[in-house]
């Protein structure tokens, strides 16, 4: 137990979220519990991670965890460990909202995406028919995030962009997607800044500099390609292909990366499979199940078209593997699935009370402290 790597977990407490300020210590060793100096409060060890609560030890809890976001099917992990389909079903739902937080903690930070491929999944649940849409990084192959709706709109496509945007630098972006007409508009919509001017009324609202579209329009016939279209809607064609060269190195205008990440998720979630007979009952443990599949994707993964060579001496060469996490500089290593299910996601800082008046001294002396 190592007091300077977590922190006071109590909301109310001014250093709620703060590590190695020097307020935490040991409770008690038998029971892995430690105390907050400042606020009173204990918590256990496993407090913010995946295992809290759990009666199962955390070698059992990982190992099937890293079943189920491979593909493991439910049904063959509860005869392999004897365990009851509730509990198999009720991790799942804990790892995929913790892998939430971690998502959104390290990939919804601004960078500069150069090209971005979005496309959506058609998804059959019990009794509905839903659609899953989602986007990839393609030169780091970096999972940006998914959303789930009951119908292929503009609403689906809107709330999809939003989480690419937060993942957005205002730079030059490229954006290929299918034929579907909702992403124009919802690109165009939300790919935009607030001028203020310090009149009254909605400011002007500006789009980004940069912002290139193209769409691969697929003919069939017989269940059968026969024809690809490729159209530049925004952007002119050599803007288009600079950007394309310098994410891919060759190749034209493509959706190949993103059709590629939904054959690895039709892989490891069973009710992605075509005409599979298992199916999602409720849209949330699709959703978690996303989440849980996407982040161990990106940080516990590596990724074939990733690795790197290094030059060793006598002209020799070592491949070194990388996951899309390190590609894309959010992490130096590949992570375990148990380190990412105990990865301990930042609170934010205490904000003091408000009150009428000017602040007492003590709230000033907690701010001076915990504050700054």
């Known amino acids: 137990m190592d007091p300077q790597t977590v922190f006071c977990h109590n909301k109310d407490c001014p250093a709620s979220g703060q590590v190695g300020k020097g307020n935490i210590g040991v409770f008690s060793q038998k029971d ?51 365990l009851d389909e509730r509990t198999v079903l009720s991790w799942q739902e ?28 058609r998804v059959k649940i019990q009794g509905a028919i839903v659609w899953m849409a989602m986007a990839i990084q393609v030169s780091t192959r970096l999972w940006l995030g998914g959303v789930i709706s009951a119908g292929r709109d503009t609403a689906l496509i809107t709330a999809l962009m939003q989480k690419v945007r937060a993942c957005a630098l205002c730079r030059p972006l490229l954006f290929c997607m299918d034929g579907c007409q909702a992403y124009i508009h919802a690109i165009r919509t939300v790919f935009r ?29 017989c269940k059968r390609v026969v024809n690809i279209e490729r159209r530049v809607v925004q952007g002119t064609a050599e803007q288009v292909q600079a950007l394309v060269q ?36 409720q849209m949330p443990t699709l959703h978690t199940s996303m989440y849980l599949v996407g982040t161990v994707y990106n940080f516990c993964a590596d990724h074939s078209s990733l690795r790197i060579a290094i030059s060793l001496p006598n002209g020799r060469r070592r491949w070194v593997s990388r996951t ?49």
Not at 36 to 59: I, M, N, P, Q, V
Not at 95 to 121: M, N, S, T, W, Y
Not at 193 to 220: C, F, N, S
Not at 268 to 280: D, H, K, M, P, Y
Request: proline letters at 5%; a positive charge.
């Open 32 to 82: 892995h519990r430690y105390i907050c100096h400042e606020c009173g409060k204990t918590f256990s060890e496993t407090k913010g991670t995946a295992f809290y609560r759990l009666r199962k030890g955390a070698e059992l809890v990982t190992l099937v965890v890293t079943l189920l976001a491979y593909g493991c099917p439910v049904q063959a992990i509860v005869m392999a460990f004897g």
């Open 94 to 121: 804990r790892a995929g909202v913790h892998c939430e937080k971690v998502h959104a903690h390290f990939v919804e930070q601004q960078r500069d995406l150069i090209q971005v491929q979005a496309d959506e999944i």
């Open 193 to 221: 800044e607030a001028i203020r001017t310090g009149k009254g009324g909605r400011p002007h609202l500006r789009p980004w500099d940069g912002i290139l579209m193209a769409q691969v329009i697929k003919q069939y016939a």
């Open 246 to 281: 310098q994410t891919q190195g060759s190749g034209t205008i493509n959706t190949a990366y993103i059709e590629r990440l939904n054959a690895t998720f039709r892989a490891r979630i069973f009710a992605l499979v075509r005409r599979g007979r298992a199916l999602v009952r």
């Open 324 to 372: 899309p996490a390190i590609a894309a500089g959010l992490t130096d290593h590949r992570w375990t699935v148990e380190e990412l299910l105990s990865f301990l996601v930042p609170l934010p800082r205490w904000t003091p009370p408000k009150h009428r008046g000017r602040p007492s001294k003590a709230t000033k002396a907690l701010v001076e402290r915990w504050c700054t």
